[in-house]
């Protein structure tokens, strides 16, 4: 990891210091992404099966997963998995009920009632990577909060491998979840599917989930297309900071980055101490681990992009992870509930020594699906509120009409709205001629 002294920094080089790998959105990606599109739009499932071989190097025969496969999957799952993923989706179900919004109402004046209701959004997509690893645990994430909002209908594209058959932790996963429908389908193809419809796969309104940079292109453009699809959030690739102090484990910090940072190449992670002590014995820990690790070569390519920075106190610590907005923000402090209240960009918060991020990202009930690249300034991760809508319902009576019109008829009379103001003020001229 790069080394480097905050405070010896100008302002300029401290933003090139958090900058995060360039994210791939070169012409030639916009344009393949928007040929994939076109292709999948025009020519439905014979360009799926096209691209599967292309791409995925599998000849697919059905596109849709059938239930001798959900069948043959769920054999040939060692029974300790399969008890994992139903351990990790009670503890994920039991924190999104908990947390989903509820129905409320209040009233704002004598006679006048205002409700929120709640609706699901009727067709959802989950895309599930399975790229160098399948991620069962992404099909719990999305699958569940959807399940409980109630969406009609949910579909799930994951890529199928060599044999065309999908991952067989990921369709139980999904089958556990509830997912109505789960195709073999994976990249930019598969986020086009969902967004336009093909005669297998339906069209769906909104679309969620993670990937590599066509995925992320194709959901951007389908989200910015009226007869596209909305999307969950904008993502880059997986990210974490750490805070700590010098009473930090170094061992457990350094296995903190290291377990994002085998992600991917392009995975970035950050170490932030007032300790220098702590970052030299880190810095050995994550060579010594690293060594160590079946994902080495992938998780040495991300450590190259990745800084380990010394700053003066654990309060500019933490004005510094503001500024970066982590995905992952994990607080390796003596007392990291101290440091919680300055903290106010973050995707997901870890709390002292014995809360590894890992955690997080299967079972210990929150989401992990995640804003990044700095979207957590602006973006929430994926929750039950994420699968529906929320609307409003007001129903006002003669009473309350009498007391909020005159106010209404104020203010669309300075907005030189007329047909505004006489709505309210024909009512309140019948409601004088009843009296």
């Given amino acids: 990891m790069n080394r480097i002294d905050w405070n010896a920094l100008d302002e300029s080089a401290r933003g090139e210091a958090l900058a995060r790998p360039a994210q791939s959105r070169a012409d030639e990606l916009r344009r393949g992404v928007e040929q994939i599109i076109v292709a999948v739009r025009e020519k439905g499932d014979v360009a799926?099966?096209?691209?599967?071989?292309?791409?995925?190097?599998?000849?697919?025969?059905?596109?849709?997963?059938?239930?001798?496969?959900?069948?043959?999957?769920?054999?040939?799952?060692?029974p300790t998995l399969k008890a994992a993923i139903h351990e990790a989706a009670t503890r994920i179900e039991l924190f999104h009920r908990a947390a989903a919004p509820q129905p409320m109402g209040v009233d704002t004046a004598p006679g006048v009632r205002v409700e929120r209701i709640l609706r699901p959004i009727s067709r959802v997509g989950l895309y599930v990577p399975a790229g160098t690893a399948p991620l069962p645990s992404t099909a719990l994430m999305l699958g569940i909060p959807a399940q409980i909002a109630g969406c009609r209908q949910v579909v799930l594209c994951s890529p199928a491998r060599a044999d065309g058959r999908c991952d067989e932790a990921v369709l139980y996963a999904a089958r556990v979840t509830g997912v109505h429908k789960v195709f073999k389908l994976g990249g930019a193809q598969a986020i086009a599917a969902m967004a336009y419809g093909t005669a297998s796969v339906p069209r769906c309104d909104k679309l969620f989930g993670p990937g590599n940079s066509w995925v992320t292109e194709a959901k951007l453009q389908v989200s910015t297309d009226p007869?596209?699809?909305?999307?969950?959030?904008?993502?880059?690739?997986?990210?974490?900071?750490?805070i700590a102090d010098a009473e930090a484990n170094p061992a457990f910090v350094a296995a903190d980055l290291l377990s994002q940072a085998e992600h991917g190449p392009d995975s970035q992670v950050i170490l932030l101490s007032p300790s220098t002590a702590l970052l030299d014995q880190v810095a050995i820990e994550v060579d010594r681990q690293c060594a160590e690790l079946p994902r080495g070569d992938i998780a040495k390519k991300a450590l190259a992009q990745s800084r380990s920075i010394a700053v003066e106190s654990l309060?500019?610590?933490?004005?510094?992870?503001?500024?970066?907005?982590?995905?992952h923000l994990i607080l390796q402090v003596a007392d990291p509930r101290a440091?919680?209240?300055?903290?106010?960009?973050?995707?997901?918060?870890?709390?002292?020594?014995?809360t590894p991020e890992s955690v997080g990202d299967y079972c210990s009930g929150s989401n992990h699906v995640l804003p990044t690249y700095g979207y957590a300034r602006s973006y929430s991760g994926v929750s039950v509120a994420s699968y529906q809508k929320q609307i409003t319902v007001q129903?006002?009576?003669?009473?309350?009409?009498?007391?909020?019109?005159?106010?209404?008829?104020?203010?669309?009379?300075?907005?030189?709205?007329?047909?505004?103001?006489?709505?309210?003020?024909?009512?309140?001229?019948?409601?004088e001629a009843q009296s």
């Fill in 48 to 78: 799926l099966r096209e691209l599967s071989a292309k791409y995925d190097r599998c000849a697919l025969d059905a596109i849709e997963v059938d239930e001798a496969e959900f069948a043959a999957a769920e054999a040939a799952l060692d």
């Fill in 339 to 354: 440091l919680l209240d300055g903290i106010d960009s973050a995707g997901s918060i870890f709390l002292g020594a014995w």
């Fill in 315 to 327: 309060s500019q610590a933490v004005a510094v992870s503001n500024r970066y907005a982590p995905e």
């Fill in 395 to 431: 129903e006002v009576s003669e009473e309350g009409l009498r007391n909020i019109g005159p106010c209404t008829a104020i203010l669309a009379a300075a907005e030189q709205l007329e047909a505004h103001r006489r709505a309210v003020t024909l009512r309140l001229a019948a409601l």
């Fill in 227 to 242: 007869d596209g699809a909305a999307i969950d959030m904008p993502a880059g690739p997986s990210e974490v900071l750490v």
